[in-house]
């Protein structure tokens, strides 16, 4: 007796070839329905369709197809028990050896903006449905739901037979396949309707193994969406990204990106962002006029720490950038675009990751990030929020010039990436001294003030938090900062204010914090 496949799919590459093998290599009968059957009719492939199987035509539109006792009795049925196998005789059960199904594109239909009609009839039903049932059967019944297992289940049928466990693993694939699909239709019926769910719920396909994670005794996998974020950028040239190099890019990135991004040769004055980032903090950061200069300002910040950093920029890198930042030992370097003479210049560093991520390759704002912790996640909205200036207080009797307000927007927008305790001192739109990841602020003013030196006179602080004490003006004042910008909040704000007010020094309130642990 000839084996019997059910195929029924959506996406239809290398499906004629797959069902030719079948029919003519393993004596496959094949059964169909709706757009598939009529598909390898056309391509002269025998099939039995699944009303004339039944004998139940298509109602509904379409909506129902399969759900039928012969589909599902033809799966579900175990081949050993006796008791099934009294229910195959008398309700005339075929049995069905091999379910090849992947389901209506859900996900397309919502990236193109679909109306909520249109989405919901993509919805597929009976598709999960005989997905799971052979799923469930995995030892009498193989599943397929991707084109990417046509090849390799032909191979293993022509090694007489398929084993259990190769059976197991299509099962397993194809549980994860209805849970992705299932996810995706849940999170969009949360966004459309703004609903908050009991559980949090999301999926993300494997884009590959990595060699190693933080170190390299430990594994790690980079999972992600496609044609999104970092699993859309171009790589140009370089060593394949590590997991470090992920997350260093990220932060980078999202640092660059207060500065916007994409920008064209005709970008105001002072637009051009460069960040160099090390170990998840920024160790310099600028605004200029090119962005070279600002590399080159960045880089004059701390130049020993950003030894075997990342930098990213807000603009196109061209030949003059690429010969400032030939002369250091980089691990990645990413911006919208590069010219072709400053990839010529770069070449010369063959493990150099040069990354190219366009701005329509960039993830909307106000996701959510995702912390573990034993036992559970930790999930926050992203704090990509916009500062808005009008909301921040001049708090001081002094207030600061417009030059330093330009400095304190900039440090501010940098004190948002820095890890706290973070304190930013920054003048002419460029970083002179950053201190991150601290146990007491006024530890991280030491730190940043520190490396700063003589050229904080009439530069800026920066602070995430709130001042507990006026240690940390007071500190400042002794290096020369005219000007402060922080959250305010402290119980204690009024001696943060006296001390500024004693010194001539600008304060102002952001009212809102930006702590980044």
């Known amino acids: 007796m000839s084996p019997l496949a059910l195929v029924s799919v959506s996406d239809k590459k290398n499906i004629i070839q797959f069902c030719k093998e079948l029919v003519e290599k393993f004596n496959y009968k094949i059964l169909s329905s709706g757009g598939t059957a009529n598909h390898l009719i056309e391509a002269k492939i025998p099939v039995v369709k699944v009303s004339d199987f039944t004998n139940s035509p298509e109602i509904l539109g379409g909506r129902v197809k399969t759900l039928h006792p012969k589909i599902h009795g033809g799966i579900l049925a175990k081949r050993t028990d006796n008791e099934h196998k009294k229910d195959i005789v008398e309700n005339h059960l075929e049995l069905i050896d091999l379910v090849v199904v992947n389901l209506y594109p859900f996900k397309k239909t919502i990236e193109k903006g679909s109306k909520w009609e249109d989405a919901i009839e993509n919805i597929d039903i009976g598709g999960p449905s005989m997905i799971r049932s052979a799923a469930k059967n995995h030892k009498d019944v ?36 209805t849970a992705d699909y299932d996810t995706a239709i849940s999170n969009w019926i949360s966004k459309e309707k703004s609903l908050q769910s009991s559980k949090y719920i999301k999926s993300y396909p494997l884009i590959k193994t990595l060699r190693y994670g933080e170190n390299p005794h430990q594994k790690a996998f980079w999972y992600g969406l496609n044609k999104i974020g970092w699993n859309a950028a171009e790589q140009l040239q370089g060593k394949e990204l590590s997991y470090n190099n992920l997350l260093d890019l990220e932060s980078a990135l999202s640092t660059v990106l207060e500065f916007g991004y994409d920008q064209k040769d005709d970008i105001l004055t002072n637009k051009f962002a460069s960040i160099i980032l090390k170990h998840n903090n920024p160790c310099g950061a600028s605004i200029s006029n090119s962005a070279s200069q600002a590399f080159l300002n960045a880089l004059e910040c701390d130049s020993v720490s950003a030894f075997g950093g990342i930098v990213a920029f807000n603009s196109n890198v061209d030949s003059e950038t690429a010969i400032n930042l030939k002369d250091i030992f980089l691990e990645c370097i990413v911006a919208p675009s590069f010219d072709e003479e400053a990839l010529e210049i770069l070449k010369i560093k063959k493990n150099l990751r040069i990354l190219k991520l366009s701005k329509d390759a960039l993830q909307k704002k106000n996701q959510n990030s995702n912390k573990s912790i034993m036992g559970g996640l930790l999930v926050q909205e992203n704090d990509d929020s916009e500062d808005k200036t009008e909301s921040w207080i001049s708090v001081t009797k002094k207030n600061p010039s417009n030059k330093m307000n330009l400095d304190l927007n900039f440090a501010w927008k940098i004190c948002k990436h820095v890890k706290s305790n973070a304190i930013v001192i920054a003048k002419d739109q460029k970083t002179i001294g950053i201190g991150a990841g601290q146990m007491n602020r006024v530890g991280a003013a030491k730190i940043a003030l520190t490396a700063a030196k ?22 400042a004042n002794q290096y020369g900062i005219k000007a402060i910008i922080q959250p305010g909040g402290s119980l204690r704000d009024q001696e943060s204010i006296d001390m500024c007010n004693s010194k001539g020094i600008s304060m102002v309130f952001t009212q809102k914090r930006h702590f980044l642990h």
């Open 142 to 177: 193989s599943v397929l739901v991707d084109p990417s297992q046509y090849q390799e289940f032909l191979e293993e049928s022509k090694k007489g037979g398929l084993n259990e466990s190769y059976k197991a693993k299509l099962a397993f694939e194809a549980f994860q396949h």
């Open 454 to 475: 003589e050229s904080c006179s009439e530069a800026v602080l920066a602070s995430d938090g709130f001042f507990p004490f006026a240690d940390t003006v007071e500190l």
